[in-house]
């Protein structure tokens, strides 16, 4: 065989290799967990927990927001991934016959 058809099926399983590992870290939050004050704390304090309780459902919610539309996203790009794949089975079948 030739050595470019070994170069090129070299180059392609590097590249395949490569993105498989694209996506093997999930994303985690980057959001400030708040600590609840000692029962001695004065009331500055314990407000100031309750404005970091909010803050905190805040971001978690926009981090999961994020989440779901980066799904949705892939989804969309799957689904429209398998419609290209029926349709050029769907074309060499009916050449085949």
């Known amino acids: 065989m030739k050595p470019g058809f070994f170069l090129l099926?070299?180059?392609i399983l590097m590249a395949v290799s490569?993105?498989?590992y694209a996506d093997s870290f999930e994303p985690q939050?980057?959001?400030y967990q708040p600590t609840q004050p000692?029962?001695?704390a004065t009331v500055y304090y314990k407000n100031r927990y309750?404005?970091?309780?909010?803050?905190?459902q805040h971001c978690m919610k926009?981090?999961?927001?994020?989440q779901e539309s980066a799904v949705k996203v892939h989804t969309q790009a799957?689904?429209?991934?398998l419609k290209s794949w029926n349709d050029f089975a769907q074309k060499n079948n009916?050449?085949?016959q």
Do not use: G, N, T, V
Request: some cysteine; charged content about 30%; proline content about 3%.
């Open 9 to 11: 099926l070299s180059l």
């Open 18 to 20: 490569a993105s498989a």
């Open 29 to 31: 939050p980057h959001c």
């Open 38 to 40: 000692l029962w001695l």
């Open 50 to 56: 309750s404005d970091d309780i909010e803050k905190y």
């Open 62 to 66: 926009e981090f999961i927001e994020d």
């Open 78 to 81: 799957a689904q429209k991934a």
């Open 94 to 96: 009916a050449r085949q």
